[in-house]
């Protein structure tokens, strides 16, 4: 099966491994990297760090292949062409299908599971920031 999770990864923490450990239990993994202008655009402020460092964290160190990602997500979902969406449990009372630009209906036309990952707890990348 073919997984995908969608996100900025910025700062590179045990929350973010724990989750592509959890996403690798569905199949095989691909992520989809939102890039700098979409974070600015989407959050109205820049990554700590670059999409250039993002990649290479993901790719040539914990060594998942990536996606880059420009917009909500349907596109990247459309190539990837995934079994599986895995996001993290906080969006669970957010409506992320309507972030990523699809719904249940989409999910179910193209036989999508979305699954939910378990939150890693007592870190963050809002709390590294707010260390910064």
């Known amino acids: 099966m073919r997984v995908l999770t969608i996100g900025t990864f910025d700062l590179l923490h045990i929350g973010h491994i724990e989750l592509f450990n959890y996403c690798k239990r569905f199949g095989d993994l691909v992520i989809g990297l939102n890039t700098d202008e979409f974070v600015l655009q989407y959050k109205g402020k820049l990554p700590v760090q670059n999409y250039v460092t993002r990649w290479d964290n993901i790719v040539r160190f914990v060594?998942?292949?990536?996606?880059?990602?420009?917009?909500a997500g349907k596109e990247l979902i459309e190539w990837v062409d995934p079994d599986v969406i895995v996001v993290g449990m906080d969006w669970h009372e957010e409506d992320y299908l309507n972030q990523i630009g699809i719904d249940v209906?989409?999910?179910?036309?193209?036989?999508?599971?979305?699954?939910?990952?378990?939150r890693t707890t007592g870190v963050s990348t809002t709390a590294l920031k707010e260390k910064l």
């Open 105 to 118: 209906e989409y999910l179910n036309d193209n036989d999508i599971i979305l699954a939910y990952a378990p």
């Open 63 to 71: 060594g998942i292949e990536a996606r880059k990602n420009e917009e």
